[in-house]
């Protein structure tokens, strides 16, 4: 897995790509808790459009995020799932918890429909 991140105002993207897994969760919290204490940032958006696989350790991994985000105020969101990705989100329930955005500028600007997938 690759991880990438940016500040961008009072947000942090971060863009990952490969498999969020039990061999990539650990290194998933481990990047993104360093990148949040050095932003201060309000709002995590997770670019999940080139993630080709999610286990239930990716998606504990994501709900570690949530719960840190709003234990400090913030939130977490999620943009552009990719297909085989979207299913095993709509399973778990993180869909009612957790905006779903089609796009990195929609999810940074606040504004748009919520993304709804299949």
Avoid: C
């Avoid at 991880?3 to 942090?12: F, R």
């Avoid at 696989?53 to 570690?64: E, K, M, P, V, W």
């Avoid at 500028?105 to 299949?118: F, I, N, S």
């Amino acid at each position: 897995m690759t991880i990438e991140w940016e500040q961008v105002g009072d947000s942090l993207v971060v863009r990952l790509a490969g498999e969020l897994d039990v061999h990539t969760a650990e290194g998933f919290k481990r990047e993104v808790s360093r990148a949040l204490e050095k932003t201060r940032v309000s709002r995590l958006v997770l670019n999940l459009k080139k993630v080709s696989f999610i286990d239930s350790s990716g998606l504990g991994a994501i709900l570690g995020r949530y719960k840190a985000m709003s234990q400090r105020g913030g939130r977490l969101i999620i943009v552009s799932p990719s297909r085989p990705v979207r299913p095993v989100l709509k399973l778990s329930g993180l869909h009612g918890i957790i905006p779903f955005f089609s796009s990195e500028g929609a999810a940074l600007a606040g504004e748009g429909e919520v993304a709804k997938y299949r």
